[in-house]
């Protein structure tokens, strides 16, 4: 009897720590930024690996999110639409690029600052911009010159 009720308490305490766990998921993967903060364009040859609601970096620190993506129809390009924290100013030379966060980790659009004085406004379109590399093609590459 005692055993049962041993097995009740420690069933329990896992849910808990099951329950807090969700919880805390949910909280780290809101919808950034809470400020609504302002709206740019990306346009990226391959936008593998990035979806919406993926994180935008700078410097490590996530400063903004992926709202919306679709094909241009003209270019056969993924449009990304992005929303980035409001006390944020981006400089017009800026870089744009979807980066790893290593060989298990997930993709990010990682922000690379230029030096300009002219920052973006809500709405452009930031031109520069680079591609996840594909690791299958790299060992695909690396397994072909050993050959």
Known sequence: MAENKLEVVVGAAVLLIAGIFFYLLLLENDTFPEDGGYELMAEFNSAQGVSVGTDVKLAGIAVGSVTDM??????????????????????????????????????????????????????????????????????????????
Request: charged share 20%.
């Open 70 to 147: 679709a094909i241009n129809p003209e270019t056969y390009k993924a449009d990304v639409k992005l929303i980035i924290s409001s006390d944020l100013d981006i400089p017009v030379d800026s870089f744009l690029a979807v980066s790893s966060e290593g060989l298990l980790g997930g993709n990010f659009i990682e922000i690379l600052p230029g030096i300009d004085f002219e920052y973006f406004q809500p709405g452009e379109k930031v031109v520069q911009t680079q591609s996840s590399v594909d690791f299958m093609s790299v060992m695909a590459g690396f397994a072909n010159s050993q050959n």
